[in-house]
């Protein structure tokens, strides 16, 4: 069994809630623990984000980091945090418009694209 925990920055309904479309704003994070396997997810958590500083970008990356998170499924993000992502080997992916539900099944059926350059300009 190969569990894998995804993060979503999203408003805080869960499953059923948007995925935020700039990273450093979202209000919290939807955390879904699914095994790769079976594709079967065992646990949802909804965690508040702190509140967006300016310079203090790599806060929510370590905070997702030392949840665990191995990958994030972003709407938009910015240079610095997108670079700490891949610095502490948490695999960034560019989602798409729409729910966290619909964000993880395409995350899950392979159908979004790693991230390698940023989306925001801030």
Same mark, same amino acid.
């Given at each position: 069994m190969s569990l894998l925990k995804v993060a979503f920055p999203s408003t /805080?309904?869960?499953? %059923?809630?948007?995925? /935020?479309?700039?990273?450093?704003? %979202?209000?919290? +994070? %939807?955390?879904?623990?699914?095994?790769?396997?079976?594709?079967? /997810?065992s646990n949802v958590e909804v965690l508040q984000n702190a509140p967006h500083q300016q310079g203090g970008c790599m806060q929510p990356v370590m905070f997702l980091k030392n949840a665990g998170v191995n990958s994030v499924v972003l709407g938009g993000i910015?240079?610095?945090?997108?670079?700490? +992502?891949?610095?502490?080997?948490?695999?960034?992916?560019?989602?798409?418009?729409? %729910? /966290?539900?619909?964000? +993880?099944?395409? +995350?899950?059926?392979?159908k979004l694209q790693k991230m390698a350059k940023?989306?925001?300009?801030?």
């Open positions: /805080v309904e869960g499953l %059923t809630g948007e995925l /935020v479309p700039h990273f450093g704003h %979202t209000p919290a +994070f %939807t955390i879904l623990e699914y095994d790769e396997e079976s594709k079967e /997810v910015g240079q610095r945090p997108l670079m700490g +992502f891949l610095q502490v080997g948490v695999e960034p992916y560019a989602g798409i418009q729409g %729910t /966290v539900k619909e964000n +993880f099944e395409a +995350f899950v059926a392979e940023a989306s925001c300009n801030h």
